[in-house]
């Protein structure tokens, strides 16, 4: 039992690594980087919120545009509706690239897109 | 609450200094246990900085059912035993660190030993044993771990930890033979 007393003294004292002096330090730094790197913009929830509204107002916006430019033209042009897609298609396929933009930026926000710093 | 329970909670909040308190205090004996697994101090730091790592990104899920110095050695355990098995390292590796007859003799007077020689002749005896018997000492008598605490930690039975135990004393008292006794006399 003694000699188990001071093998375990011995052991303590002679079999104990000791870590270099800026162990501590570097473990933090290391994990003030990784941290950065996998911390979102926002939070899960808020970008949820971001998401919603901003699909919602900007999409009514370009609906709404497009439905009075179409009414406005249909008005001064006198023209049915398929008429006015082929006279301003320059228009509409603006349109859709802003809708489109929507829908990726939308996407994006939520970080599916690489959003997340340093991914 | 425990003193340790409230670092983590702090860590948890985000107050990543208050990490640092607990790498300040098992760095030293996580980077023991990691040594005596790979048998290298070099790569034992990097295991215990990947530890640390780990137990940092996944504090969120220790529950507290342990102590959380058993959860920090289980990762370390499974990190170092991972690169050990990655590196292939083997028994090979201690001749090339120890000469034979030095490791083998147990009749060398360390009581001519200064402090320096004397740490360095217990590092290597304890690098001669069997890893299990290794990781068994080292957790044992230098992390202090129970008996019940290495069983949860290693998968080993209770018996096989006793086994180990036994056998890696008796060789341990063998090369140590001589200091012990020293000490002994000393103390009489």
Same mark, same amino acid.
């Given at each position: 039992?003694?000699?188990?007393?001071?093998?375990?003294?011995?052991?303590?004292?002679?079999?104990?690594?000791? =870590?270099?002096? =800026?162990?501590?330090?570097?473990?933090?730094?290391?994990?003030?980087?990784?941290?950065?790197?996998?911390?979102?913009?926002?939070?899960?929830?808020?970008?949820?919120?971001?998401?919603?509204?901003?699909?919602?107002?900007?999409?009514?916006?370009?609906? =709404?545009?497009?439905?009075?430019?179409?009414? =406005?033209?249909?008005?001064?042009?006198?023209?049915?509706?398929?008429?006015?897609?082929?006279?301003?298609?320059?228009?509409?396929?603006?349109?859709?690239?802003?809708?489109?933009?929507?829908?990726?930026?939308?996407?994006?926000?939520?970080?599916?897109?690489?959003?997340?710093?340093?991914? | 609450?425990? +003193?340790?329970?409230?670092?983590?909670?702090?860590?948890?909040?985000?107050?990543?200094?208050?990490?640092?308190?607990?790498?300040?205090?098992?760095?030293?004996?996580?980077?023991?246990?990691?040594?005596?697994?790979?048998?290298?101090?070099? +790569?034992?730091? +990097?295991?215990?900085?990947?530890?640390?790592?780990?137990?940092?990104?996944?504090?969120?899920?220790?529950?507290?059912?342990?102590?959380?110095?058993?959860?920090?050695?289980?990762?370390?355990?499974?990190?170092?035993?991972?690169?050990?098995?990655?590196?292939?390292?083997?028994?090979?590796?201690?001749?090339?660190?120890?000469?034979?007859?030095?490791?083998?003799?147990?009749?060398?007077?360390?009581?001519?030993?200064?402090?320096?020689?004397?740490?360095?002749?217990?590092?290597?005896?304890?690098?001669?044993?069997?890893?299990?018997?290794?990781?068994?000492?080292?957790?044992?008598?230098?992390?202090?771990? %129970?008996?019940?605490?290495?069983?949860?930690?290693?998968?080993? %039975?209770? %018996?096989?930890?006793?086994?180990?135990?036994?056998?890696?004393?008796?060789?341990?008292?063998?090369?140590?033979? %001589?200091?012990?006794?020293?000490?002994?006399?000393?103390?009489?």
């Amino acid at each position: 039992m003694q000699e188990d007393k001071y093998l375990h003294e011995l052991l303590i004292e002679g079999g104990i690594e000791i =870590a270099s002096p =800026a162990f501590t330090k570097n473990v933090i730094k290391r994990i003030e980087r990784i941290k950065y790197i996998h911390e979102p913009l926002v939070s899960k929830k808020w970008v949820r919120v971001y998401r919603i509204t901003f699909v919602s107002v900007v999409g009514l916006l370009l609906l =709404a545009g497009l439905l009075i430019r179409l009414s =406005a033209l249909s008005f001064t042009i006198d023209l049915p509706v398929p008429d006015l897609y082929q006279k301003h298609i320059g228009t509409f396929t603006l349109y859709i690239i802003c809708f489109w933009a929507l829908i990726y930026l939308s996407q994006k926000l939520e970080g599916k897109r690489g959003m997340v710093r340093g991914k | 609450m425990t +003193d340790e329970t409230i670092i983590i909670k702090q860590v948890l909040a985000g107050n990543i200094n208050a990490f640092a308190t607990l790498v300040d205090r098992y760095k030293d004996l996580a980077i023991t246990l990691a040594a005596n697994i790979v048998l290298s101090s070099e +790569d034992a730091e +990097d295991i215990v900085q990947e530890a640390f790592i780990k137990a940092y990104s996944a504090l969120a899920t220790f529950k507290g059912n342990s102590k959380f110095s058993t959860w920090l050695y289980r990762i370390v355990l499974n990190i170092a035993l991972n690169k050990r098995k990655n590196r292939k390292l083997d028994t090979v590796f201690i001749e090339d660190h120890l000469p034979a007859t030095e490791a083998m003799n147990s009749y060398i007077d360390l009581s001519n030993y200064n402090s320096q020689q004397q740490k360095k002749y217990i590092r290597e005896a304890l690098k001669s044993l069997h890893e299990g018997e290794r990781i068994c000492i080292t957790l044992y008598y230098l992390n202090e771990l %129970s008996l019940e605490e290495i069983k949860e930690l290693t998968d080993y %039975s209770a %018996s096989n930890i006793k086994v180990l135990l036994y056998r890696g004393r008796k060789q341990l008292y063998q090369q140590l033979e %001589s200091l012990l006794k020293t000490e002994l006399k000393d103390l009489m």
